[in-house]
């Protein structure tokens, strides 16, 4: 049995400024969307036109509270063959949250509250 890995799942209050976000700090473009019949959700498929896998976006009408991540220990992870210049991008948009400068990584925070970890692309 073979098995491919598709996508992961963030669950974003307002997806305009979720993808606005996902787009300035990380380049990703929107590959496909889907809205239920009744409106009541939207799934957004984000892509960094390299890899096959996507980032879903889900958007759901009702609801209005913050997502509780807990203790927000799952996270993404990202490279980037320009580091110095990704960082000094995340640290103009206020977005870097934690750096750990001895490991060469930092993260930074989308507007859910999730984190999202950035490191060279050749370690």
Known sequence: MEFTFSHNNLNVLDLEKS???YHEALG??????KQAADGSFTLVFL???????????????????????????IHLAFTTPDYEA?????K??????????????YFIEDPDGYW??????HR
Not at 28 to 33: C, P, Q
Not at 53 to 66: A, M, Q, Y
Not at 116 to 121: C, D, G, Q, T, V
């Open 47 to 73: 892509g960094d036109g390299t890899t096959p896998h996507k980032l879903e976006l889900t958007w759901l009408r009702d609801r209005k509270e913050k997502y509780d991540l807990g203790d927000n220990e």
């Open 19 to 21: 993808l606005k976000f």
């Open 116 to 121: 999202l970890e950035i490191l060279p692309e």
């Open 86 to 90: 990704a960082r000094a991008l995340h």
């Open 28 to 33: 990703l473009r929107e590959t496909r969307r």
């Open 92 to 105: 103009r948009m206020g977005c870097v949250c934690f750096e750990n400068e001895a490991m060469g990584i």
